[in-house]
Each structure stands twice: as C-alpha cells, then as structure tokens.
C-alpha cells in the first residue's frame, strides 16, 4: 500500500488555493494513477500539459522516480503553486515547472519527451499539435477521455498533422503513439 500522505497534504494545498476543483482528492488520484499505467516503463522523460493543481504530473512524478518530468503551467500564480509542492514533496532533483506557454517550450525543446501527458489541457486538436512537437519519434501522449466515447473527438486528419496514431482508449484514458 502505497503512502499518499504527503501527496495529499500537497495537493490539498492546491485545492485550497484553488487550483484543485475536485471535491475527492482520493478519486482524483485514483484516475490520475490511470495515466501512471499508461505511460510506458522505458519511458525517462515526461512532459505534463497545463499542469494546473499537479494532476496527473505530481501523482506520476511521485509514482515513477525514474521519470524526469516537466510541468508546464503557463498561469505563474499556478506554477508557483506547482514550485511549492514539488519542493514539500522534495522532488526538485527531477521535476521542472516551467512558468510558460507549451508553445515556448515546444519551440526550446522540440522532440525531446519520451511521453506527454494531458488532462483538460485543450481541444483534441491543440493538444495533438503539441504533444506531436514535445514527443521523440516512438513517445506516447496520454490524454483523459470524457465518460463517453465520441468517435469523431480525435479526428484522422488532426492525428495525421501531428504524426500520432491512436492506440486507444482505456482506464479512462487515451494513448497515441508518435510515429
């Protein structure tokens, strides 16, 4: 059994400033431990979109201490709020936030990220644009998915702009593959 102590006192922190709108700190964690599973073992480096509250970001950077993990949060009240928990959950020797637009970074580190994380971070087609130009070639995105299966919600063209191929859906996430 795994011990979330510190791990809930941080992101209650976040839920208290705001940034959290979660009421069940449990569950939320639960369905980002969903994105943990998806995110491949031999992957070292991850990259988490519109880290907002730290879900999935701290959860996987608490989970896998073999990930270097970049959170990418471009409201600086956030990502100091980011900066903050990832020192109480002494994390800084391998978790970076990045007070940004994901477009600055896609722009300063191109293809460099084994796996992207997204969760309520935009539009499919937005998100699969830079999750294409974060991703090495062979790297995974791994998005939450609405309770509902809509087919037409990752389109073949948008998918094909940005080189992914759909994996599928499960655990209440989606994987592409960047090809």
Known sequence: MTDDT????????????????????????????????????????????GSGGGLPGLVIAVRRDDLRVTLVERRHSR????SRAVRALALSDRVTVVADDVKTLAARAPHQFDAVTARSFAAPAITARWAGALLRTGGVLVVSEPPETDASRWPAAVLDAAGLRDLGRELGVRRFLRL
Do not use: K, N, W, Y
């Open 6 to 49: 510190a791990l809930v006192t941080a992101l209650r922190t976040m839920q208290v400033r705001g940034a959290i709108g979660e009421s069940s700190l449990e569950l939320a964690i639960a369905h980002a431990d969903q994105f943990v599973a998806s995110v491949p073992g031999t992957a070292t480096t991850l990259v988490d979109l």
């Open 79 to 82: 990502a100091d709020l980011l």
